[in-house]
């Protein structure tokens, strides 16, 4: 069991940059494939990225290539989400989400965080 707690959301303006941390409880933290997630208003969730295991390979969508990196420390259970040159249709609540394999869908993951909005003003 994993429990996931998403921090570091706000109102940032357009060209901005914000890091969202998701802080995992339980000693297996290390074993999980840990993605990111969002949603806006009347769309579907969609998949931001994920990283590995140990954080050596990550994986991202298209739309946040170049802008997006995904990170996490082990040791601490953290993972994190640096987001730069943030656009106005980058607003949306970002999750985070545990999974055992990987996977760009939202049903592969097993565990998620309560979610963190993040609004970009233009």
């Known amino acids: 069991q994993v429990q996931l707690v998403e921090s570091g959301g706000g109102l940032v303006q357009a060209g901005g940059s914000l890091r969202l941390s998701c802080a995992a409880s339980g000693r297996t933290f290390s074993t999980y494939i840990m993605a990111w997630f969002r949603q806006a208003p009347g769309k579907v969730r969609e998949f931001v990225g994920r990283?590995?295991?140990?954080?050596?390979?990550?994986y991202y969508a298209d739309f946040v290539k170049g802008r997006f990196t995904i990170s996490r420390d082990n040791a601490k259970n953290t993972a994190y989400l640096q987001m730069n040159s943030l656009k106005p249709e980058d607003t949306a609540v970002y999750y985070c989400?545990?999974?055992?394999?990987?996977?760009?869908?939202?049903?592969?993951?097993?565990?998620w965080g309560q979610g963190t909005q993040v609004t970009v003003s233009s």
């Open positions: 990283s590995s295991w140990s954080g050596d390979r990550t």
């Open positions: 989400a545990a999974g055992q394999y990987v996977g760009t869908y939202s049903y592969e993951y097993n565990y």
